[in-house]
């Protein structure tokens, strides 16, 4: 073969390599490895829950329910959960997802409504094959910091009566 030929055969090569690391799609799941009851936020026991925000551009917001209405998590029993996982799906390349995981206190409805204990933003990115993320606490003075990937983090999440630490953390396949 001559020069030209080689060289058309090596730029196909690398330019479809290139092109198909930038279209890897990614599977991250973000899991509850654990919650402890730091203060406990009512006098009969909180019943937990969460509710978790869903933000993709262009897209409605999706809202979910870990356990689903009306179920709830005592906190007399939050030592015996095990790891489990909160939200999964999966982010196409140049694609960014929010997630608002808020902590919440069921109450009887209508005269006393739900409590807020606390909410972490997560920001998932996957930039040309490369999946970032970063958390920040927005009801609280915090700027968002990074995450690495399969390394679990502490959050300590409270409201006027209750504190919960929080250990989450962010597992990614491609």
Request: charged letters at 20%; proline letters at 7%; hydrophobic letters at 40%.
């Amino acid at each position: 073969m001559k020069w030209p030929h080689w060289c058309t055969l090596v730029v196909f090569c690398f330019s479809s390599m290139a092109f198909a690391v930038n279209k890897q799609e990614f599977s991250p799941k973000l899991v509850l490895d654990h919650i402890k009851m730091v203060k406990q936020g009512e006098l009969l026991g909180d019943d937990l829950y969460f509710d978790i925000s869903v933000l993709r551009v262009n897209q409605p917001t999706q809202y979910i329910r870990i356990p689903e209405f009306p179920l709830h998590l005592p906190s007399s029993k939050i030592n015996t959960l095990k790891s489990a996982p909160l939200w999964s799906e999966p982010i196409k390349s140049g694609e960014k997802i929010t997630l608002i995981v808020s902590l919440m206190d069921q109450d009887s409805k209508p005269l006393n409504p739900d409590d807020l204990i606390g909410l972490i933003r997560v920001e998932l990115k996957n930039e040309k094959g490369n999946l970032q993320v970063q958390w920040s606490m927005p009801n609280q003075k915090s700027v968002p910091v990074t995450w690495a990937i399969n390394t679990t983090q502490k959050f300590l999440l409270s409201n006027a009566n209750g504190q919960y630490e929080l250990y989450l953390s962010i597992v990614s396949q491609k």
